[in-house]
Nanobody
Framework: QVQLVESGGGLVQAGDSLRLSCAAS????????LAWFRQVPGKQREFVAG????????YYLDSVEGRFTISRDNAKNTLYLQMNGLKPEDTAVYYC????????????????WGQGTQVTVSS
């Protein structure tokens, strides 16, 4: 019932910025807890950022805090990830994910996933 589609990835230079978007089809978008994960070959998918259902609190991976900002637009049913000061270590496929009610950092607790969008940061 919940469909998620990421966009906005691309190839950038170190220090550049990107804004990822995740368009959702869910009728209950405003009630969903939303998050961004990323994954590179040979590594586990890791939590990057999360947003509470009431948009009152955000959560970030330590290495991106201060550089990335997660936000949502309920009128557009869209989740965003603003990424500033990108580093080569940020290169990964980025996925948006959703679950009911509360944000958690565990990948196994998310029920809905987008297809992913590739972010590549060159040095």
């Amino acid at each position: 019932q919940v469909q998620l589609v990421e966009s906005g990835g691309g190839l950038v230079q170190a220090g550049d910025s990107l804004r990822l978007s995740c368009a959702a089809s869910a009728r209950t978008f405003s009630s969903l807890a939303l998050a961004w994960f990323r994954q590179v070959p040979g590594k586990q998918r890791e939590f990057v950022a999360g947003l509470s259902t009431v948009n009152s609190r955000t959560y970030y991976l330590d290495s991106v805090e201060g550089r990335f900002t997660i936000s949502r637009d309920n009128a557009k049913n869209t989740l965003y990830l603003q990424m500033n000061g990108l580093k080569p270590e940020d290169t990964a496929v980025y996925y948006c994910a959703a679950r009911p009610t509360l944000v958690v950092r565990e990948v196994n607790n998310y029920d809905y996933w987008g297809q992913g969008t590739q972010v590549t940061v060159s040095s």
